[in-house]
């Protein structure tokens, strides 16, 4: 059975920073690609970033691109999302998927989300 938990989320000012991890369970995570895609209060479900299996290719959507860094450790069956000078409208739910393709990642499995505010 695929699980994914996510942890790491919590209060933060604008210009903080947090690490988000994503702790994968059943199924050989080193041969998939993963992404983060978040939901702020309110809204839809917005693709944020990408890696690949090996970890050696990442994207990022416009918004978060020289803040936000993803990156995994296959030897720890592990996704991590590392979010540097945050803003307001960082704040959402942020959920991993085991996909690589965006529409897949927002339509398919997801953990519980890990929650993270930033307030001023």
């Known amino acids: 059975e695929v699980q994914l938990v996510e942890s790491g989320g919590g209060l933060v000012q604008p210009g903080g920073s947090l690490t988000l991890s994503c702790a994968a369970s059943g199924f050989i995570f080193r041969n998939y690609a993963m992404s983060w895609i978040r939901q702020a209060p309110g809204k839809g479900l917005e693709w944020v970033s990408r890696?690949?299996?090996?970890?050696?290719?990442?994207h990022y959507t416009d918004s978060v691109k020289g803040r936000f860094t993803i990156a995994r450790d296959n030897t720890k069956n592990t996704l991590y999302l590392q979010m540097k000078n945050l803003k307001l409208e960082d704040s959402a739910v942020y959920y991993c998927?085991?996909?690589?393709?965006?529409?897949?990642?927002?339509?398919?499995?997801r953990g519980q989300g890990t929650q993270v505010t930033v307030f001023s």
């Open positions: 998927s085991k996909n690589w393709d965006p529409v897949a990642a927002l339509n398919g499995y």
């Open positions: 890696i690949s299996d090996t970890g050696a290719i990442t």
